[in-house]
């Protein structure tokens, strides 16, 4: 499957399922996202919403993993999409101190696309949580996102995003690494 993958433009996989996968058969998105090298999108159980690629609410973070992500959506992207740029976190009270996120949607507005940045404080809530609640307010289509920019140990022992976006993304999620 790996192989495979390298040779595609993007991988497209179903979200894995507990009831009916079988144990070797567990975990294997996260293996083809970090070891493939190309962007994964995984599609939620039951999914039956529109196409992608007409408003993709981009996770962003500054980190390598999310830089990839906002690249990747533009192999996916419609003529015109509208792109959300959403930063989670605390809101810095100097715009310009968020630069990236702002050169982000510059870079969107070079290849003739619509871009949006938004923030959003934690409240209490996790990150997969306010990414799948943002895209429903927004209606997009998908969501892009980093993967897996910690550890596997921190993975495992504090939690990621990204693991809770693959057990509970409520919407096409396009993971980079």
């Known amino acids: 499957m790996l192989e495979s993958a390298r040779a595609a433009d993007l991988v497209i ?15 294997v998105q996260d293996r083809v996202i970090r070891d493939s090298g190309r962007p994964v999108v995984v599609v939620p159980k ?15 973070s ?8 906002a690249h990747d959506v533009l192999n996916v ?6 792109v959300s740029i959403l930063r989670i976190g605390a809101k810095e009270s100097d715009e310009l101190v968020d630069h990236s996120a702002n050169e ?7 290849h003739r696309l619509k871009a949006s940045v938004l ?6 809530k996790n990150v997969a949580e306010i ?3 943002e895209a429903f307010e927004k209606g997009a289509d998908m969501i892009a996102t980093g993967a897996f920019g910690h550890s ?3 993975d495992f022992t504090i939690g990621a995003a990204t693991r809770e976006l693959l057990r509970n993304a409520k919407f096409p999620v396009m993971f980079s690494k």
Not at 77 to 82: E, L, S, W, Y
Request: glycine share 8%; charged share 35%.
């Open 119 to 124: 923030h959003r404080s934690l409240d209490g």
């Open 62 to 69: 500054g980190t390598r993993e999310a830089t990839r992500a």
């Open 77 to 82: 992207a419609d003529d015109r999409a509208d």
């Open 152 to 154: 596997r140990i921190y």
């Open 131 to 133: 990414l799948n609640q």
């Open 46 to 60: 039951d999914y039956d919403g529109p196409e992608i690629g007409a408003s993709i609410l981009l996770g962003w």
């Open 104 to 110: 982000m949607a510059e870079m969107y507005d070079r």
């Open 13 to 27: 996989m179903a979200q894995e399922d507990r009831d009916w996968d079988r144990a070797d058969q567990a975990h």
